[in-house]
């Protein structure tokens, strides 16, 4: 999590940014995107096509400019389980910035118990065998 007012501009960095950004980049987008590719992330608000308002994610005092500053990051092996991600713009949260959310499909392993080896208690096995021993003599 971090607020790095970042723009990463519309279209395609790698296989980082997708088509769908919003805007020009700045300096502060191209080290997210730097950062995305050492980290093995995309930012997976950008690779769906999505009507521009539920793109910006920040308006300026008076509304003169809308950019889009906040991201979802996720890892390069979740992309495919990313099923959307767009901003809520006019959502009640007192900030200038709208949130963003995002849909993942999941698909867990079921969790199997392993069967516990037996516990053996030699105590009582070296009992059970001194036991046997002084009757047989």
């Known amino acids: 999590m971090g607020d790095f007012n970042a723009k990463v501009g519309e279209g395609r960095i790698d296989n980082i940014v997708g088509p769908y950004g919003l805007g020009d980049s700045n300096e502060r987008g191209e080290r997210l995107v730097d950062w995305c590719r050492e980290k093995d992330m995309?930012?997976?608000?950008?690779?769906?096509?999505?009507?521009?308002?539920?793109?910006?994610?920040?308006?300026?005092?008076?509304?003169?400019?809308?950019?889009?500053?906040?991201?979802?990051?996720?890892?390069?092996?979740?992309?495919?389980?990313?099923?959307?991600?767009?901003?809520?713009?006019?959502?009640?949260?007192?900030s200038d910035h709208n949130p963003v959310v995002c849909q993942i499909k999941l698909k867990l392993k079921a969790f199997k118990k392993t069967k516990r080896s037996p516990k053996y208690q030699f105590e009582a096995l070296k009992k059970m065998k001194s036991e046997r021993d002084t009757m047989c003599w």
């Open 42 to 94: 995309i930012v997976a608000s950008t690779w769906f096509p999505i009507h521009p308002r539920r793109r910006w994610t920040w308006s300026s005092p008076g509304d003169r400019s809308r950019n889009q500053i906040d991201f979802i990051l996720v890892k390069q092996r979740f992309r495919n389980s990313v099923q959307y991600a767009k901003a809520m713009p006019g959502a009640d949260c007192g």
